[in-house]
């Protein structure tokens, strides 16, 4: 496909009055991410030399004949896309290698989680500092995983490789094994948890949404202060689920909030991180056919919604809910 594609844009390239080289890049960058260097430097070589023929053919300015400047012309697109096909097949494989590597990370994390379990259920001769120091362990560990696991399905759910499992699942249930995931981080900042139902059951991927669910509350509790409450609430309105993850933090100021959903972009003036759980819960209520957004009051808090249409209402049809106004 991409030599057709060469083709294709060498005889435009023929008729066409502008110099249409900068063409000759996409097939350049498609063989060489799918197929790696050899078939990338394959390409690269037939578009410089289709772009020499056709350009000699159509008499263009600086192809006056196989001169030197002609070949000086031809050495220059070669080594031109022959590097760009080097850099692309790299950063696929390099990609390629980083999947790896965090997956290979998952592994001794998961036996430092397992050991600081066994350590907490064993209570045996820690005090109380020791019980909070390995307490607060845990609590690393598990978002140490949680970020790893972000890492590599990021990608999946970017290319649509990621599959998406519908249940129906009790919503008062649901909330409280998220709850749980994070109620030692809530308990050692002095953080109340609360959540407000006004639905009993809802339908939706129990696995995805509750990542998403402790992503929202992980950052909740990063940015409350001490002797606050995050509250989540859930309804239903227009068969659509709408969930609000709330917190009394300093909140986010308008003209930045479309930064937070953003991969590796960490909001100016917050503490340090990836910006991986955001970018993870966008893609995450996207793969279910749903929008998040953020409605922040600036030194009252902020409030990060998502929705997730259920199956006896159309499932993209979201004119009941109040639209997002950015993100």
């Not at 030599?3 to 350049?28: S, T």
Request: some cysteine; charged content about 15%; glycine content about 8%.
């Amino acid at each position: 496909m991409t030599l057709v594609a060469a083709i294709a844009i060498g005889v435009l390239d023929h008729y066409a009055e502008p110099d249409l080289l900068l063409l000759y890049l996409a097939p350049i960058f498609v063989a060489s991410w799918y197929g790696g260097w050899t078939v990338g430097s394959v390409v690269a070589i037939y578009c410089s030399a289709s772009a020499f023929v056709t350009g000699a053919m159509a008499g263009k300015s600086g192809y006056g004949g196989p001169g030197t400047i002609e070949m000086v012309n031809l050495l220059v697109h070669l080594l031109a896309y022959l590097t760009i096909a080097k850099i692309i097949s790299r950063l696929k494989e390099s990609r390629r290698q980083t999947g790896y590597i965090v997956h290979d990370l998952r592994a001794p994390i998961a036996n430092a989680i397992s050991g600081l379990m066994t350590i907490q259920q064993s209570g045996a001769n820690l005090g109380p500092a020791e019980k909070e120091m390995v307490d607060l362990a845990l609590v690393s560990s598990q978002r140490a995983v949680t970020l790893v696991t972000s890492l590599l399905d990021i990608s999946k759910l970017e290319s649509g490789k990621f599959d998406i499992t519908d249940e129906t699942v009790c919503l008062d249930e649901f909330l409280d094994d998220c709850f749980h995931q994070v109620e030692l981080w809530a308990r050692a900042n002095r953080i109340t948890l609360s959540k407000n139902l006004l639905a009993k059951e809802a339908t939706l991927d129990p696995r995805l949404t509750a990542r998403v669910l402790v992503n929202l509350l992980s950052n909740a509790l990063k940015f409350s202060p001490e002797d606050t409450t995050v509250t989540v609430r859930a309804q239903i309105i227009h068969h659509t689920l709408r969930v609000a993850v709330e917190d009394q933090g300093p909140g986010i100021p308008h003209d930045l909030i479309k930064e937070v959903f953003q991969p590796f972009n960490q909001v100016k003036g917050t503490q340090s991180g990836t910006g991986l759980g955001l970018a993870f819960c966008r893609l995450a209520v996207q793969a279910q056919h749903g929008q998040i957004w953020v409605d922040p009051e600036v030194e009252k808090g902020t409030t990060v919604w998502f929705s997730i249409p259920q199956p006896e209402g159309p499932r993209q049809n979201h004119s009941a809910i109040p639209q997002p106004t950015e993100g």
